[in-house]
């Protein structure tokens, strides 16, 4: 600790220099950054009852859950005259049961784990078993009967109890991924020429991305056309493309080749991410810095012109050779912090004033 302090008194001063050389633009994949318009996950929902509790469920003052259960009881064959004949039922929890089909599709008599949360007065779902119950798409204008939850139920995080995962609870009794249905929802033929949509991912969602990928795809499909681009960007996150005549037939080949296109070194917002409880900070994109000195009570950086050295003063030069860009890497500054043993706490205070003072040149985000 005493060598700690004693570090904090010393003036630290960190010389960032550049170098100019980049790495070669990495090929990626369409599909790592877009998806489809209409492929998507589909939540489902419903209610019911976890049985088998040790005395830790909603009891007998919880109306909606003794009413719940007399009438799953009427339901077996046990009709329930009284409701007060159920005051004492505290190991039943009326509970809400939660479930996603991935957006690649499950079928008919496939299974899935559901997550079943209690929202009345139980204290804990150890233990318990949700009787069968119906779930439904999410969209409560539809009706339609998706499956059915069941099962033991699995605590996963012992500070919540009231919330449980159910593996394997749901079993689906219909196909929402059936061919004619589902191309419907991807492939739009509103306007008489049916296209796809795609969307670009938030972190990579620009205008300079999206004419980018248009351009991509335009080239790529040019024999399909002499004249006609089949690539229009509508908007930064936004791109719609036309299914060619000769692919109108198979659209999921069409959008199968569009996928997997590639794309270099595709450009995408810089972004800061800093999490001040755990001392995590993420760096995306190019985040650089413009010329700047920065005094810390703890600390002084010198971002960009490289000044006097001060004597005694600890430092690390990061490339031999002379930069010829005006800014500097965050990443560099970053690393070099590191290498100097500067506790977290320090390199996030740097970073907000460098965000405060307008010379950090990316999205800053605390978390």
């Known amino acids: 600790m005493f060598a700690l302090v004693r570090y904090f008194r010393l003036l630290a001063l960190v010389l960032v220099a550049l170098c100019a050389s980049r790495e070669a633009g990495a090929q990626i994949r369409l599909e790592s950054i877009c998806t489809v318009h209409g492929h998507k996950e589909v939540r489902l929902t419903g209610m019911g009852l976890v049985v088998g509790l040790n005395g830790t469920g909603d009891g007998g003052n919880a109306g909606p859950t003794i009413r719940a259960l007399a009438a799953a009881m009427k339901n077996m064959n046990v009709p329930i005259t009284d409701a007060r004949e159920l005051r004492d039922a505290k190991n039943v929890a009326i509970v809400m049961i939660e479930a ?48 059915t939850a069941s099962g033991a139920t699995v605590i996963e995080d012992p500070v919540t109890p009231t919330r449980a995962r159910i593996p394997g609870g749901v079993v689906l009794e219909t ?14 033929t509103s306007t008489g020429e049916p296209k796809i949509r795609l969307l670009l991912n938030e972190s990579h969602s620009s205008f300079i991305s999206a004419r980018m990928i248009t351009e991509v795809i335009n080239e790529a499909f040019e ?24 692919w109108q037939e198979t659209p999921v080949d069409f959008i199968a080749e569009v996928l997997d296109l590639k794309i270099t070194s595709p450009h995408s917002m810089s972004r800061v991410q800093v999490n001040a409880q755990t001392g995590v900070v993420i760096l995306s994109g190019d985040v650089e810095l413009s010329p700047v000195l920065i005094n810390h009570p703890n600390l002084q950086i010198s971002i960009g012109n490289v000044p006097n050295l001060v004597d005694g003063a600890q430092f690390r030069v990061l490339s031999d050779e002379q930069s010829i860009r005006t800014n500097s890497r965050l990443d560099e500054l970053v690393q070099a912090l590191n290498q100097l043993g500067v506790p977290r706490e320090a390199m996030i205070e740097v970073l907000r004033e460098l965000s405060r003072s307008g010379k950090l040149h990316a999205i800053y985000e605390e978390i």
Request: with cysteine; aromatic share 6%; proline share 5%.
């Open 223 to 246: 024999f399909e056309s002499f004249d006609q681009q089949h690539a229009k960007a509508v908007s930064p996150s936004v791109i719609d493309i036309s299914i060619p005549k000769t």
């Open 100 to 147: 996603t089909i991935p957006k690649t599709g499950l079928h008919q008599g496939q299974r899935l784990d559901c997550y079943v949360s209690s929202y009345l007065g139980s204290e804990s779902l150890r233990g318990g078993r949700l009787l069968i119950a119906p779930i439904q798409m999410a969209d409560m204008r539809s009706e339609v009967l998706v499956g």
């Open 175 to 188: 196909d929402l991924f059936r061919s004619a249905e589902y191309l419907n929802r991807i492939v739009d």
